[in-house]
Structure formats: structure tokens, C-alpha cells
């Protein structure tokens, strides 16, 4: 393990996450449906939501379409414009075939109109027959930054055990 991740643990899966991360957890969450934050030194957030398998299957026959629907909902945020997919990919993780993708949009600063921000979103979806849940990872940064956030994403999804 790299010596700036720490391992998270708990209902059964796990992800390295940066150890220098505020780890936040949603006291309404449960084996079967939760979420976790992780909050980087600068205010930015990873997150990692988990939900039952059978129910989101019947929204959604693969995981991509479910990702696809994900992305639809961000590009429909009011204060989101210029919503752009930048690339997708197929992965897979712990054995699961998985969804990445990674958009460009603009956010306003204020419902006034006035500076618009450029932000990046990192996501991957995955569907694990074995836990019967489903699990999506994402994150929200800006395009251009000191600390490489599209990299420690990456090695979060790669870390991701689901069972």
C-alpha cells in the first residue's frame, strides 16, 4: 500500500483512501445502503455510495446504463452548464465489470449569473452479485489543480474490494 493511503473498512468492502483525509460518515447509513466522505486537506470530496443490487436492477439492466443515468442527472443540475463527457471506459474491479467516466461542466457561482467555475467529475459504477449491492465512487475537483485528484481517484477505484 502506498505509505500516503490508509486502508477504510466496514460492512464488508474496503478502499485505500489518502490518509490525510477527513473521513466522514453518514450516520443514516446502513449494510445495505450508505454513504462515505472523504475530505481532502483542500475542501475537495470523494465519495462512496453503496445501495441494494435487486432494487437498482430494476432502474437499470447493466451498469452502464446506470452510470449513463448518473451522468444525466449532473448535466441537468441547475447551476451545472456546459456539460461535456470527456471519456468512458470499461474497468474492471475486484472482478466486476465497471464503468468509468469522467466529465468537464462549469458551475455558477451564484443563481445571479457572474463567474462560472470549471470543474472535472470522476465517477465509477459497479455492480457486485456477491454483496447484492452496487456501488458508485465520485468526485468533483477542479480542472486544473496542485494535488493530482484524477490519480488518487484512480487508485481508490483500483483499491476498491466489494466482497
Known sequence: MDKDFERFSVYGFSVEYPKDSRVEFDSRGRRGAGDVVFHLPDRTKFFL????????????????????????????????????????????????????????FEVKASPFGGKKIPQETHSVHL??????????????????GAYDYEGAFRKMAKSFRCH
Open 127 to 144: 455492480h457486485c452479485q456477491e454483496s447484492g449491492r452496487y456501488y458508485v465512487m465520485y468526485a468533483m475537483f477542479p480542472e486544473k
Open 49 to 104: 455510495s453503496w445501495g441494494d443490487l435487486e432494487r437498482a436492477s430494476k432502474s437499470f439492466k447493466t451498469v452502464e446504463e446506470q452510470a449513463e443515468s448518473s451522468l444525466k442527472r449532473i448535466g441537468k443540475t441547475g447551476n451545472v452548464k456546459s456539460f461535456e463527457r470527456v471519456s468512458h471506459e470499461s474497468i474492471t474491479i475486484h472482478s466486476h465489470d465497471g464503468a468509468y467516466n469522467r466529465a468537464k
